[in-house]
């Protein structure tokens, strides 16, 4: 079975502070793809990064940047310098790689950042 | 513009009174998903439709039904909802369904109010 944990449910800062957002996911497939989905209040689920599990490079795109590490089975996200527009709830996702399976979320972890 | 479109924003429904959700989209996608999402938890896949054909997922209530005229709307009907219905009803649309390339877009949800 497939399961994603995040365990941070709710993080406050204060802007310009930096902040990971912890992932670990449970598979027992070799192949298998990760996602971050962004929630922003207005609702909709903003797609921010797809990383197959072949790929273990880290990723930074501007202030996000993200660790994924087989390892520990966990792909963290860390916003960098963060502000008030990062406000939103983020989950992380986990799919199989054969066939059509859906993606199996987490539960969330709500981000508040303070001005 | 908006690429994946959902109407109502807000729906308010009486217990067992029959209500649908709309779901519309200008990316030509193949495929349309339905999710409910409640309260502070992850969004749960209800069923999607690949192309015509309609998907089903194992543990979604006989109570929820789909209909997808043609490639642009797919509807989502809740015969009888009950007050366990009320949620965020999210529509997503993918090219595909092939996780390596194929990315989720999704609506900014109808949130259902069950009186």
């Known amino acids: 079975a497939q399961k994603v944990t995040q365990a941070q449910t709710e993080i406050s800062v204060v802007e310009k502070e930096d902040v990971t957002l912890d992932c670990v996911y449970e598979?027992?497939?070799?192949?298998?793809?990760l996602f971050w989905y962004k929630q922003p209040p207005s609702g909709e689920l903003v797609f921010l990064i797809r990383?197959?599990?072949?790929?273990?490079q880290n990723e930074i795109s501007g202030r996000y940047s993200w660790n994924f590490q087989k390892s520990t089975s966990s792909f963290n996200f860390t916003i960098t310098a963060s502000q008030v527009v990062d406000s939103a709830v983020y989950f992380c996702?986990?799919?199989?790689?054969?066939?059509?399976?859906?993606?199996?979320f987490g539960t969330g972890t709500r981000l508040l950042v303070s001005p | 513009d908006a690429m994946v479109i959902q109407n109502p924003r807000y729906q308010v429904t009486q217990f067992g009174k029959p209500v649908t959700l709309s779901c519309s989209q200008t990316?030509?996608?193949?495929?349309m998903y339905w999710y409910q999402q409640k309260s502070s938890q992850a969004p749960k896949l209800l069923f999607h439709?690949?192309?015509?054909?309609?998907?089903n997922e194992a543990d979604t209530p006989d109570n929820f039904q789909s209909r997808r005229p043609n490639t642009s709307f797919c509807f989502l009907d809740i015969r009888s909802p009950g007050l366990g219905d009320a949620a965020m009803y999210l529509c997503?649309?993918?090219?595909?369904?092939?996780?390596?390339?194929?990315?989720?877009?999704f609506g900014p949800g109808t949130r259902l109010t069950v009186l």
């Open positions: 997503a649309t993918s090219r595909d369904r092939q996780w390596s390339t194929d990315t989720q877009y």
């Open positions: 439709y690949y192309d015509k054909d309609f998907n």
């Open positions: 996702a986990l799919s199989r790689d054969t066939g059509f399976q859906k993606l199996v």
């Open positions: 990383r197959n599990s072949f790929d273990e």
């Open positions: 990316l030509n996608h193949n495929v």
């Open positions: 598979t027992r497939d070799t192949t298998y793809y």
